[in-house]
């Protein structure tokens, strides 16, 4: 295959039956004879063809270690599950936060189907991880899942809270991407009975890749140019503690101090500030800082996979750490 | 004890020590020390001392087939978080309906929290679950999840819908009250290892209470002269289809049928609707047809019990069915 084939996409055509038996349980899991709106509300977000990056960790973590199937088909239609519900649950959250207290009654009408149909697709991946029949499994994703939400409830606690330090960034990030990456490579290599440190190690892997990745979405934040549909400075409107406003955050005395201070902290944003923010980002390297931080959780990732069987997907999985951070360079 | 004494204080009265050890489990797992506001938001919602009837039923159901614990007390926490969790997020879907899409801020920093936390509660409980290392348990509360969630959904989309009968309105009593009722008690039988037929009867004996708590909690709702908080009517003023309205639906021709198009299904409200819509309700016997079906549904409870142990346990589930329906006698 072409070197320029992006690897999620080898990824894709190496996995791509038992990714369609995962498509395939996905649509028939979400299914409700009952209550037929949630397939609606799931269907655009499930079926708009997404990357699928984890349930791809999940299947090749499994068959990298020589697993046939079936239960990681499950696994993985598990975790996009969880994936999609907490995209369900972070609209209500964001989306308020968005429309400063004036939401729609159409936007409300959203709010409620995403919660309720949020905790179906939560129920429904709870009902697929019991038929793996796993108690080890079950307990990796009933630990993903408190990480998860925690990680969701600190973030919502720490912005606009300059005192927001890298370690409860790290807890953040964790919280809204690793623990559900790690998650997914972990459970592959516990169905696929491989031993304790190979289980480990992938693990690590989920761990390292999925901060590599948020802090890179983070990053992307304030890039230009991109045609990603984002605009510049979100994160600063939002006055969210990124990796990079922490840490010119951290580098700030006097009037910078009081900049960030009257911008995140209480919210006061005028015209220009974005500007002024970008400007002492870069000049305390805030923004080449943590694309070299990012990088290093890539390479963490790359080398935590070396103990694992040297193979076609092992290579692949090598291979997306650097596709991650290579989005940035 | 006296005979006045309520059934739900004698089942108190019996297990106050697992009940003290449910008490401190709950208050150990909402801790969160990454984020501080879970306990905030849980603490008044668990602590406020409600009836505790759900974890009484497991506990109830374990020890009335002989089971002196542990892991009843894991299953009570668990049946009350999963409860917590779904007031959270009640609160949200109808919070926001009865303010008609202009909440306040301070409403949406409260949207958030429920929602998230709400999420945080269903993580620990599935944690819990999996501490009892039983399979079987987790079949069935991943089951009870679905039914929860999806009965949700269902009531969403039933609101205002004339069409609605009386078996969508069962299929939404069940996942608003009846399928956490029948898991709590079945459950609580699984873990006390009794036999197939004892651990169907005291589900039955779960589902069918419920559904005579959620029928009265309906009919409750048109009681004038109550100090329970609630104002009559509520129901109908959200437009929400339950058993009373759903007959007298059933039995309306000409005008009265115009009115119920009018007022529930195009929620054009007026004064005079509520009596009016009494009136109705009166003049088809729907108030009194619902009640003859909730005291059938707890004589049902009742008649489930028969194949278990006759002990104290089993004398005071009896009572507690006759308490549920007395209210509206």
Request: glycine share 8%; net charge negative; aromatic share 6%.
């Amino acid at each position: 295959m072409d070197a320029q084939v992006k690897p999620h996409e080898r990824l894709a055509h190496a996995l791509a039956e038992p990714l369609a038996e995962v498509d395939a349980m996905i649509r028939a899991r979400m299914a409700s004879e009952n209550a037929p709106r949630i397939p609606e509300v799931t269907d655009h977000l499930i079926g708009a063809g997404g990357k699928r990056i984890r349930p791809m960790l999940t299947l090749a973590a499994a068959r990298m270690n020589g697993y046939l199937g079936p239960y990681d088909v499950h696994l993985a239609a598990t975790v996009e599950f969880i994936h999609t519900a907490t995209l369900l649950h972070d609209d209500v959250v964001d989306e308020s936060g968005q429309r400063r207290g004036r939401p729609t009654a159409n936007l409300l009408w959203d709010n409620k189907s995403s919660v309720l149909v949020g905790d179906y697709l939560f129920a429904r991946s709870f009902q697929l991880m019991v038929e793996t029949g796993s108690m080890r499994v079950l307990d990796i994703l009933a630990n993903a899942a408190a990480t998860i939400a925690e990680g969701e409830v600190l973030q919502l606690t720490a912005m606009s809270d300059l005192s927001t330090g890298e370690e409860t960034y790290l807890k953040i990030v964790r919280g809204k991407t690793a623990a559900l990456f790690s998650a997914a490579t972990e459970v592959g290599g516990v169905i696929a009975g491989a031993r304790l440190d190979l289980v480990q190690a992938l693990e690590r892997y989920g761990d390292a890749l999925g901060i590599a990745f948020q802090m890179v979405d983070d990053l992307l934040d304030w890039q230009r140019g991109d045609d990603i549909g984002k605009n510049v400075g979100d994160d600063f409107r939002e006055r969210k503690m990124t990796l990079p406003i922490i840490r010119a955050v951290a580098a700030a005395e006097g009037e910078e101090w009081t900049f960030w201070v009257r911008t995140i902290g209480r919210g006061k944003q005028e015209d220009g500030d974005l500007e002024r923010a970008e400007e002492l980002l870069h000049r305390h390297g805030a923004l080449d800082g943590t694309r070299e931080t990012a990088i290093a959780w890539a390479e963490d990732a790359k080398e935590a996979l070396s103990p694992l069987p040297d193979n076609e997907l092992r290579d692949m999985l090598r291979d997306l750490a650097d596709y991650v951070v290579a989005r940035i360079r």
